[in-house]
């Protein structure tokens, strides 16, 4: 099993630039999620998702969208990249208690 | 809100020995979970035990095991034969139940450094 596959790994992107980082589980959980995680500190809650179709903001979701058109996919979209979006991503999927993270992808914007 | 303390920034251990990470949290609610993740250098979040609140048992896997005291609010992490492999950043999280849309509430983590 894959698990939770997110790609890239590492991006740099300049101010004002756009990109989505895609994220892909094959164990057909419901719940999915994309959390931030800056230096030293836990991870934040962007979004979420309880199923296709269905998605809510989470504690830090201003610049950043997202889609689930799929149980399998959960992409978040960076629209006008700043230098405060710098930061590692992890999305994760759950079928109810307990995650499964993917393995993050490194964002840099300069 | 649920919040979720881990007091100890870093922390180091010989190999072999023992090592305990507290955790303490903050809730009103009586239906939730408890976790423990492991980050090492590759940055992986990996899931290494979990506690129901529910249950009086403490969880144990191989040679990880919790103390959960709920009325104490406290769930620390004792970590026995340390090895190399478990130098990483350790994150207590709290997650409540009964809405599963709703995310973790992660510490701040603990940075723990096996030596050799």
């Known amino acids: 099993n894959a698990g939770v596959t997110q790609t890239p790994k590492f991006r740099i992107l300049k101010i004002g630039q756009s990109m989505t980082l895609q994220c892909t589980q094959d164990m057909n959980h419901n719940y999915m999620y994309w959390y931030r995680q800056d230096p030293g500190m836990g991870l934040k809650l962007i979004y979420y998702s309880v199923g296709a179709g269905i998605t809510d903001k989470g504690e830090v979701p201003n610049g950043y969208n997202v889609s689930r058109s799929t149980t399998e996919d959960f992409p978040l979209r960076l629209e006008l990249a700043a230098p405060s979006q710098t930061s590692v991503y992890f999305c994760?999927?759950?079928?109810?208690?307990?995650?499964?993270f993917g393995s993050g992808t490194r964002l840099t914007v300069v | 809100a649920q919040t979720v303390t881990q007091s100890q920034p870093e922390m180091s251990v010989q190999e072999a020995e023992t090592v305990t990470l507290s955790c303490t949290y903050d809730?009103?609610?009586?239906?939730?979970?408890l976790f423990w993740y492991k980050q090492p250098p590759s940055r992986q979040m990996i899931l290494v035990i979990r506690q129901e609140a529910y249950k009086q048992q403490n969880a144990t896997e191989n040679r990880f095991s919790v103390n959960f005291q709920k009325a104490a609010k406290s769930f620390s992490l004792k970590i026995s034969d340390s090895q190399l492999g478990d130098t990483a950043m350790y994150f207590c999280?709290?997650?409540?139940?009964?809405?599963?849309?709703?995310?973790?509430?992660f510490g701040p983590g603990t940075r723990l450094s096996v030596l050799p």
């Open positions: 809730t009103s609610e009586n239906n939730y979970y």
């Open positions: 999280a709290f997650m409540k139940g009964g809405n599963y849309g709703q995310n973790f509430v």
């Open positions: 994760a999927s759950s079928p109810v208690v307990g995650y499964t």
